[in-house]
């Protein structure tokens, strides 16, 4: 193989980790029953590959190659631990007996291994903050310091809080399985709290070159799909519904340069109308049920901007509405925030304003960079240009993602002409 070929399946090999890898994880975590051990086998089977492949190509099959032979690396690893640890031989054998059927290694498996995944990391023996920590390392992928910036904590928390979970797992004997009868709704909770987060960092990323993350969105919605196929309940059909909402306007979010580009300019012939479409099926699905909990009521406000034809065109109105309701549902900083920008577009920007100033005096999102963007657009439309800037650097100054710190340093210059 010439080396502008090799160079080129190095370059697949890359991509297959970004697009397989948390795939071929989950099924390893069935198998081997061990997260540290099985994530151990996944960089082996990859480092393997790398060498493997540019001479002999790309399996026609390569989740299954790369399940196999992160298997036999394990295993391998656990031999060698077996010389010095009697106590794990009997563990070596039934390990490798167990896992070594290859059908249980085909594409239909591995993709039901992520919802058997995601329901582990879900497990109600975990806390909250662990169940989400532990879903963005082991199912998507995200390494401690992003999960630490979508956190707005420290690496060494989520770390710590990582390895707890894992130990709880392992020494609560939580099963790898998706839950069924009585418990499966009981659960189904936490999987929507965790799968909001994911699409939510998909849809903006905490940090980074480009707004989005498309694998994240888009593994959140897929995961999503699953879910409502299993328990479709209004409020895992209202959540579909709200990704698929806003992932419809992922083409017009930003630029060919990749520029952030605001709701209010976004070229909406450029909205995906088929995911509108689904999106507003399910949303009509969910409130037919009767009972609708937070994330059909943000879909509700999505399908209201998914309807307009313009900013201009917008039922402010309606959409203020829901977002009082959802106040009272889920009194957040974050809901109470976005609250306080429809009142804006509704009765003008001084009311926002007032609403916003509220809010930051009360100090729950003075760290949070998209609370003082809103101010600082507020005072911008008011003419109150001080302000504006001073609230703009603060912005500026705790934004981790590069679009966004383009945007807001487009808007400072923009005060400054």
Not at 220 to 249: C, H, K, W
Not at 351 to 361: K, N, Q, S, V
Not at 401 to 409: I, Y
């Amino acid at each position: 193989m010439n080396h502008e070929t090799e160079a080129n399946t190095k370059s697949r090999i890359e991509e297959i980790y970004r697009s397989d890898s948390r795939h071929v994880l989950a099924t390893l975590i069935r198998l081997l029953n061990d997260f540290d051990l099985a994530e151990e086998g996944l960089h082996e089977a990859f480092a393997a590959a790398m060498e493997q492949w540019p001479r002999e190509g790309v399996p026609a099959n390569r989740r299954a190659w790369l399940v196999s032979t992160a298997r036999f690396k394990a295993i391998d690893v656990m031999r060698r631990r077996a010389r010095f640890d009697a106590s794990l031989v009997e563990l070596t054998k039934e390990l490798e007996s167990r896992t070594s059927d290859p059908e249980e290694w085909d594409d239909e498996q591995i993709d039901d291994d992520r919802l058997r995944l995601i329901f582990t990391c879900c497990h109600p023996a975990l806390s909250p903050e662990a169940q989400a920590a532990m879903t963005l390392r082991e199912v998507c992928g995200l390494t401690t310091e992003e999960i630490a910036r979508a956190f707005l904590t420290k690496p060494p928390t989520i770390a710590q809080r990582i390895v707890r979970a894992k130990a709880k797992i392992r020494d609560a004997r939580i099963p790898y399985a998706v839950p069924i009868g009585l418990e499966l709704p009981e659960r189904l909770d936490a999987v929507l709290r965790v799968l909001y987060l994911v699409f939510n960092e998909g849809y903006s990323a905490s940090s980074g070159e480009a707004v989005m993350r498309h694998d994240l969105s888009g593994e959140a919605i897929r995961l999503g799909r699953l879910l409502v196929a299993l328990l479709p309940q209004a409020e895992a059909m209202g959540l579909l519904g709200l990704m698929l909402l806003q992932d419809s306007r992922r083409a017009a979010r930003t630029s060919p340069t990749g520029e952030l580009i605001l709701l209010e300019d976004q070229d909406r012939s450029l909205w995906n109308r088929d995911q509108i479409a689904e999106g507003l099926s399910l949303v009509q699905r969910a409130f037919s049920r009767g009972q609708v909990g937070p994330y059909t009521v943000q879909a509700a406000i999505a399908s209201i901007h998914a309807q307009a034809s313009s900013a201009a065109a917008t039922d402010w109105d309606q959409i203020v509405r829901f977002y009082t309701l959802l106040s009272q549902a889920e009194p957040s900083p974050v809901v109470h925030l976005n609250r306080a920008v429809a009142v804006a577009m509704r009765d003008g920007p001084s009311a926002g304003l007032e609403l916003i100033d509220t809010i930051l005096e009360n100090g729950a999102l003075t760290g949070y960079h998209l609370a003082h963007a809103a101010r600082a657009d507020l005072c911008r439309r008011l003419g109150r240009t001080q302000e504006a800037r001073a609230a703009y650097q603060r912005a500026l100054s705790l934004t981790q993602q590069e679009p966004e710190r383009r945007f807001l340093e487009r808007r400072l210059a923009e005060l400054d002409s």
